[in-house]
Nanobody, 123 residues
Framework: QVQLVESGGGLVQAGGSLRLSCAAS????????MGWFRQAPGKEREFVAA????????YYANSVNGRFTISRDNAKNTVYLQMNSLKPEDTAVYYC????????????????WGQGTQVTVSS
């Protein structure tokens, strides 16, 4: 498994931007599909985005497609989530996760998780 630590959350006004980072420990970071999930108060944790091992491919939830961009730097063992045009409904705790199967969107497909970082979007 890989250990994951998220950062970059905070409070932002609607229409603003934030960039989340997730630093991974271990020398096998490049072998994992990396994803972001989020959980709003009173709701289930949901898939946001994921990126392939080589960063050649990414896929997104419909709710964020066109506004969020996931990327990774394997040399830095870090995955990013650039969030633009933020909306109040994007308010949630955002979690970084590592998995083995590309195109996976279920929590069960990701075996390692970070502790989460809070993103709050004010209207």
């Amino acid at each position: 498994q890989v250990q994951l630590v998220e950062s970059g959350g905070g409070l932002v006004q609607a229409g603003g931007s934030l960039r989340l980072s997730c630093a991974a420990s271990g020398r096998t970071f490049f072998s994992y599909v990396m994803g972001w999930f989020r959980q709003a108060p009173g709701k289930e944790r949901e898939f946001v985005a994921a990126v392939s091992w080589s960063a050649n491919s990414a896929y997104y939830a419909n709710s964020v497609n066109g506004r969020f961009t996931i990327s990774r730097d394997n040399a830095k063992n870090t995955v990013y989530l650039q969030m633009n045009s933020l909306k109040p409904e994007d308010t949630a705790v955002y979690y970084c996760a590592a998995g083995e199967h590309f195109r996976a969107t279920m929590q069960a497909d990701f075996g390692s998780w970070g502790q989460g970082t809070q993103v709050t979007v004010s209207s």
